[in-house]
Structures are given as structure tokens and as C-alpha cells.
């Protein structure tokens, strides 16, 4: 892959080349993909499994959260696979998947953001239950009504959203969703920086898109979302032909068994759809990567704090 020009994404360049992996290289990653999808699926069904065990007095969380990191395992072993073919050009037989040094450090990574947003975005939402409890004081609406009847709750919340007091939470609302979108570009790289680098990358990265918060967002859109029609339709015909409707309410009265195999049918799209977004991210780190003497000062930094 070519390197992007210092300071500025070229959007269109970055999507053909994105688009140009997926068509060259999709069929050898077809057994990853739908070892993943299996997973999904399986996530899936366990997540509707537990519900139902819930409702029924039964509590089978340990086994959800077992096969929850069962999946983000499998995510993690199947994106690193594919970001080590697009950056280093190595590809683990038979499938391109393994289990080493780079997952390793790709676990860590994630699991160390996790735990981040596991805390920052805890504290935003105590912002917004506190903003929304100022709400519906100052709208009059009982806060017990919110135990004795929850419906009725809901729906006079809602109309007390039109009132004056209502902008200050939506305003606050696409404050929280702007704040995501930016972290999410900012840390975009860290997985292909960590296998690049072959050493664990956190905010490292942080630097790395700026100036091109804009671009990188344009370029994001226009790989994903083609695919993620093209996939829509792929899944609505799926849940047509197994559940006989593409409506939501089929799969909450579909069987463990055919939740199972919509879900993997679902799974095995989105598993495609990441090839082409893993190739974009890859070719844009390369090409928004600083030098090897900044990264080295970058790294002194973090270690300094």
C-alpha cells in the first residue's frame, strides 16, 4: 500500500484501496469469517437464552458473559489476522488466524480501553441521569410513578421533552454522541499501531488524526456504509426466508435454533464488511504514522507520566 500524503487524507484514494483489498483478498478469509460468525451467532442466542432463563427465575449470566468473551476473543484473533496480512504482508496458515504475541497485545489494548470507557462514559451517564433527573423535577412528574408504572412514566417523560426543559437534554444528548464520535476517530489506530509496532499502543495514537478528523469520518462513510446496504438486504432476505419476515418482532418470537442461524448469517456480513474497514484503517495508519524518531519521543513521554 502506497503512503498517504503528510497532513492530508485523500478520501477517495483511501476508499478504492480499501475496496481493492476486500475484492483481491475476501476469499481467504472466508474460513475466519465464518468461524466468527459462529460466534456471533452464538453470542447471540446465549444473550436471548439468558433473557428467557431471567424471566423464568433462572440466572445463566456467567455462562453469557463466558461465551461474550468467547466472541470478543474471536473478534479480536480475526482482526489482528487481517490487519498483520495488510501492514506486515504475513499470512498464519492455513486460515490467517492464530493465537500469539500480536493477540496478546491486541487483548491487552482492549481490555485497557475498555476499562476506560468503562469509567469515563460511567460518569457521563451519571451527568445525564442527574440532567434528566433535574428534568422531571422541575417538570413536576412523580419519580415513584417510574416503579409503580413504568409506561406511564415513560410517556409523560416524553411529552415533558417538548417543554422548555426538554432542549437541555437533547442538547446534551448529541454532546455525549459528538464526544463518542471523536474518541472513536482519535483511538481508531490503536489496533493497527499495536501490530505494527509489534508493542502495545494506546494513546499513543491520539495525535495521529489530527487534521483529518473530517476526512477520516468521509472515508469511514463511504467504505462501510455501501457494504452495510448491500448487507442489510443480505440479512432482511435471510430473516424473510428463515423467520418469513425481516420485521424485528421475528426474531423475538424466532427459536433459540433459527436465532442462531440469522444471527451467524448476520455475523458472517459484518465479518466481510470488517475486511474492507480493516484495510482502510491499516492504509491510513500508514500513511498518518510519524517517524520513527517521534514515535521513539512519544514513547519516552508516556513513559516519563
Known amino acids: 500500500m502506497a503512503d498517504i500524503p503528510a ?12 475496496f481493492s483489498y476486500l ?15 459462529l460466534a456471533s451467532g452464538w453470542y447471540q442466542m446465549q444473550t436471548v437464552r439468558t433473557a428467557v432463563d431471567a424471566a423464568n427465575g433462572v440466572n445463566s449470566g456467567l455462562i453469557a458473559f463466558g461465551v461474550f468473551c468467547i466472541f470478543l476473543l474471536t473478534s479480536i484473533i480475526v482482526s489482528v489476522g487481517i490487519y498483520r496480512h495488510v501492514i506486515r ?6 486460515i490467517g488466524i492464530g493465537f500469539g504475541i500480536d493477540e496478546i497485545r491486541v487483548l491487552g489494548v482492549t481490555l485497557s480501553l475498555l476499562l476506560v470507557f468503562f469509567i469515563g462514559f460511567g ?3 451519571i451527568l445525564f441521569v442527574l440532567a434528566a433527573s433535574i428534568l422531571v423535577a422541575s417538570s413536576g412528574l ?17 411529552e415533558a421533552l417538548g417543554t422548555g426543559n426538554g ?23 490503536v489496533t493497527a499501531a499495536t501490530v505494527s509496532e509489534e508493542r502495545m499502543m494506546v494513546f499513543q495514537t491520539w495525535s495521529f488524526a489530527k487534521g483529518n478528523f473530517w476526512r ?14 448491500i448487507g442489510g438486504i443480505i440479512i432482511a432476505v435471510s430473516d424473510i426466508v428463515i423467520l418469513g419476515s425481516a420485521e424485528s418482532d421475528a426474531r423475538v418470537n424466532a427459536s433459540l435454533q433459527q436465532l442462531f442461524i440469522v444471527s451467524t448469517i448476520e455475523g458472517f456480513v459484518n465479518a466481510i464488511i470488517s475486511i474492507a474497514s480493516i484495510a482502510l484503517m491499516a492504509y491510513l495508519y500508514k500513511g498518518l504514522r510519524p517517524s520513527d524518531e517521534e514515535l521513539e519521543k512519544m514513547r519516552e513521554k508516556a513513559n516519563e507520566s
Open 167 to 189: 432542549p437541555f437534554l437533547i442538547v446534551l444528548g448529541l454532546i455525549l454522541v459528538a464526544a463518542m464520535m471523536f474518541v472513536g476517530v482519535r483511538l481508531a489506530f
Open 123 to 125: 460518569f457521563l451517564f
Open 23 to 37: 475484492g483481491e483478498h475476501w476469499q481467504k478469509w472466508l474460513p475466519a469469517c465464518a468461524i466468527l460468525a
Open 216 to 229: 477520516i469520518i468521509g472515508a469511514i462513510l463511504l467504505t462501510v456504509l455501501p457494504l452495510a446496504i
Open 89 to 94: 504482508g504475513e499470512f498464519t496458515p492455513p
Open 142 to 158: 412523580d419519580p415513584e410513578l417510574a416503579q409503580t408504572n413504568p409506561e406511564l412514566f415513560l410517556q409523560q417523560f416524553s
Open 7 to 18: 497532513g492530508k487524507v485523500p478520501i477517495m484514494e483511501s476508499v478504492k484501496v480499501a
